[in-house]
């Protein structure tokens, strides 16, 4: 299985710049994913990296790097809406298609 | 926009109640998933199915059921319910020709035991 780890909580302030952390360990590798979660809402898809690299859509910027079951999430420009949970979720090569494992989130509060 | 509901979003019910969480999809997804999640908790996987009639338990154990008779359907039922089940109930979904496999999650059914 995988082991997800990522801060409880981070604060920064409108306009900053935010990044998220996630370490993972897993039997295999198959997928990282980013999701955004507001209080009492569904997660919804921010997103993917399965290559080491960068991601870029939009503010919000993946990166990956596989040798060292490292990804952080890089948000730009914050706003007041971008305060939520951030969860990061990895799939991994043993399990069929679609199954993730969820790391408990990061809370970011951005503060005016 | 995904399209995926799931009904109801808020119960409250008394210990022993039998209770059927509902999840539907119109996007033709042939994977289903339901995962729980208590607050500022990590999501859990309970179920999970990959087609029509069929259905495996997720990682974490869990004394609901499931079925999938059709696909863009995948109830989930408590026999009894006790208070230890109260938490968020989220059901998702994802299509094999998807190059990502994202999941798109419903809203969520919010149960409280009492």
């Known amino acids: 299985g995988q082991n997800i780890d990522q801060p409880t909580e981070m604060t920064a302030t409108e306009g900053a710049i935010v990044q998220i952390n996630c370490t993972y360990q897993?039997?295999?590798?198959?997928?990282l994913f980013w999701y955004q979660q507001h209080a009492g809402e569904a997660p919804t898809f921010l997103s993917y990296?399965?290559?080491?690299g960068l991601e870029e859509k939009g503010r919000f910027s993946s990166f990956l790097s596989r040798s060292k079951g490292y990804s952080y999430l890089l948000l730009k420009e914050l706003q007041m809406k971008d305060s939520a949970s951030y969860l990061c979720?990895?799939?991994?090569?043993?399990?069929?298609?679609?199954?993730?494992?969820f790391g408990a989130g990061t809370q970011v509060v951005v503060t005016p | 926009e995904a399209d995926i509901y799931q009904t109801p979003r808020y119960l409250v019910i008394g210990t022993g109640k039998k209770i059927t969480l509902e999840c539907s999809q119109t996007?033709?997804?042939?994977?289903m998933y339901w995962y729980q999640q208590d607050p500022g908790m990590e999501l859990h996987l309970i179920h999970y199915?990959?087609?029509?009639?069929?259905?495996e338990k997720g990682d974490l154990s869990s004394e609901s059921t499931v079925s999938r008779i059709r696909t863009e359907h995948f109830p989930l039922t408590l026999e009894s319910a006790r208070p230890s089940h109260t938490s968020q109930y989220l059901c998702?979904?994802?299509?094999?020709?998807?190059?990502?496999?994202?999941?798109?999650f419903g809203e969520g059914s919010r149960l409280t035991v009492l």
């Open positions: 998702a979904s994802s299509g094999a020709w998807m190059n990502t496999g994202e999941l798109f």
């Open positions: 897993t039997s295999g590798f198959n997928g």
């Open positions: 990296n399965v290559l080491d």
């Open positions: 979720a990895v799939r991994d090569n043993k399990n069929s298609w679609g199954k993730l494992q």
């Open positions: 996007m033709g997804h042939d994977k």
């Open positions: 199915s990959y087609g029509v009639n069929s259905t």
